[in-house]
């Protein structure tokens, strides 16, 4: 009965790899994020769809491409990995916008680029 | 542009004590503030939500306040025990509807 999934737990490559990671959600949400989590623990949002659409890009690399096939998925395509891509990638989802968002996590996928 | 900050950055205390972790905003516009708790190699649990309209909310020994007018929220833990221990990271929710987060306190509580 998880409520936010994610696959891989963990992902090691190489430099110049292609890599996806996927994410699912079973809360009936409309709204679904990718965060980035650096070596400082910062994170940071990085997309975010809304029923299937593109609402926010923070300036990500295009080499970082989101795919949503239905609302209750939200994958992350990163192309040409770089060393600095290293880091833990969160999937989130919320029900609604504004004062009422609340979001939802899932358990993280550690990538390391070698 | 948005930042959020928080005092103190770690903090070590005996199980039994009753804390207050704090958060900052620089812009008053904003939707609600979250807390979420980090474990070590974990995702983030949601703690607490406070709408902007709200003044505080509570859950069992967890009590988050927001004063949005002067930026400011603090999360009060009654009675902390070792298994409080995680890292809490407040966010707000910005007007653009972005998550953004500040930058967390490690807590430690040793039996």
């Known amino acids: 009965d998880t409520a936010v999934s994610q696959t891989p737990k963990y992902l090691v490559t190489q430099m110049g790899n292609d890599k996806s990671i996927k994410c699912e959600q079973n809360l009936g949400h409309d709204t679904m994020y990718w965060y980035k989590q650096d070596s400082k623990k910062f994170l940071k949002i990085m997309f975010s769809?809304?029923?299937?659409?593109?609402?926010i890009n923070e300036t990500v690399p295009n080499r970082f491409s989101p795919k949503s096939p239905d609302k209750a998925h939200l994958n992350l395509h990163i192309n040409s990995l770089e060393l600095g891509d290293s880091a833990v990638y969160f999937c989130?989802?919320?029900?609604?916008?504004?004062?009422?968002?609340?979001?939802?996590f899932g358990p993280g996928t550690r990538l390391t680029v070698l | 542009k948005q930042e959020v900050t928080q005092i103190p950055a770690a903090l070590s205390v005996p199980e039994g004590e009753n804390l207050v972790l704090n958060c900052s905003f620089t812009?008053?516009?904003?939707?609600?503030l979250q807390w979420f708790r980090q474990d070590p190699g974990k995702g983030l649990t949601s703690l607490l939500l406070?709408?902007?309209?709200?003044r505080e909310q509570t859950s069992g020994r967890l009590n988050a306040s927001l004063d949005k007018s002067s930026g400011r929220s603090t999360l009060y833990i009654a009675a902390s025990q070792p298994g409080d221990s995680a890292t809490y990271l407040c966010a707000v929710v910005d007007n653009t509807d972005k998550l953004i987060f500040g930058t967390g306190t490690r807590l430690q509580v040793f039996p």
């Open positions: 989130a989802s919320s029900h609604t916008s504004g004062a009422y968002n609340e979001q939802f």
């Open positions: 769809y809304n029923n299937k659409e593109l609402i």
């Open positions: 812009d008053s516009a904003i939707y609600n």
């Open positions: 406070i709408q902007s309209s709200q």
